[in-house]
């Protein structure tokens, strides 16, 4: 029987009333699974404040474990009644909590860490919840074991911070490993480097993981359970009535994890497209019944009438503008400014170029980087070198978007009659997006005018 891999995220792990559920869950499937979970809600955030004060503070070793335990303790003894079991839980809790200690404790000496030593802390969320949640379905009665991606060889190309799976490698061991008619426990997050350093996937890499071990084993879905209602044609919290979507492709899943839509990882259709893989999205806290996701991810390409699926919106993009007036067709200007930007490890989300300015889209955790980066490079037909960070994008997803007229007509026309000015603008850099630059004052009433116009009003 082929399996499913099912995820659960930080979101599920909150209090003891969703452990139960996910107990419940697990049962319903009623048959053999990986189970993939991130790190407790908040735990990943905390250990990177924890990484970086540990450079320079000794006692964040002790409060790093002291408060790790307590998170996990109190459940534990809530939630297991057999004191042996318990017991040996917590004892393998303790033995990794030592293990963290001993490298916070390094790091605190040294005053430093290195990129792998920083990803190995960074993983313990994972490794802890794992443990964790393999303990609650013991003590259900269900049989599972922990899995760890060093011990079933889930290898990646040994980028730390953001690897990806090397499936050439990974799938033979990782299959093999996975084989037995049970329920294994996988910590997400990270894979392992062929020399078996711990590598992450990323931030919010767990439904990354959860992807590549679904394609490793050749599950029949990957199963990832939210705290929300699936895929919405907006963002609940911005629009009074979201329609569902039940079914998108694996392009505009991407594209709308891409431009904001936070319910998956962006990278989580990359290892299933070619292998076929769906997705299936499911709430929590909706009817537990493993039958019925609320959205389907798969290869059915849809055109929907109206066209646009879904208006979705990032405040996490900013500009960087190189103005001057012939930096359009001097050549060489592009390639000094993106190299210097790969070169300190800047992704590049998107160009927009004309005669008098060149405009960068990056993320906005990088723009002051970015601008220190450029500013050191020759560049003479550069005049001015600007950072616009009060811009939001919102953006219009489906398939048929490019190809039919009209389509950014009614939008510009929903956002004039509320009078936004649209900053910048770009259709065509995938079929499936249109998506408008506006300033972040004006986002809201952006998402919620696009979405009448398609959702709302009956023309
Ligand atoms: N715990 C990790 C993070 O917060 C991975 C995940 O949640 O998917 O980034
Ligand atoms: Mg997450």
Redesign the pocket.
Known sequence: MPKIVVKF??SNLRSNEEIHRIVQVIKNYNQPLIVVV??FYG???YLVDALAKARSDESVADKTVDHLFGLKIESLNQLIENHDLRNGIVHIIQDQLAELKRYLHGIALTGDASKALEDHVLSF??RLSAIFLNGILLANGLDSSVAFPETIGLITDGEFGNASADFHLATGQVRDALKEDKIFVVP??YGVSREKKTTLFG?????YAAAALARCVGASSLDIWKDVNGFLSADPRLVDAPVKIEKLSYNEAAELAYFGARIL?PRTVEPLTDARIPVRIFNIYGTLEVQLPLTVISREKSVQTGVVKSVTFSDDFGLLKLKGPGVGLKPGILAKVTTALHLSGINISSVLTSQISINILLAKKDLQNAFAVVSAIELSAVGKLQVEDDISIVAAVGHGITDNYGIAARIFTALATESINVVMSCSGASPIVSYYLVQSVDRTSAVRAIHREFFEEKH
């Open positions: 995220g930080g991130s790190a735990v990943t955030n969320g994972e997400g997050f931030r919010g890499g767990s439904d990882h």
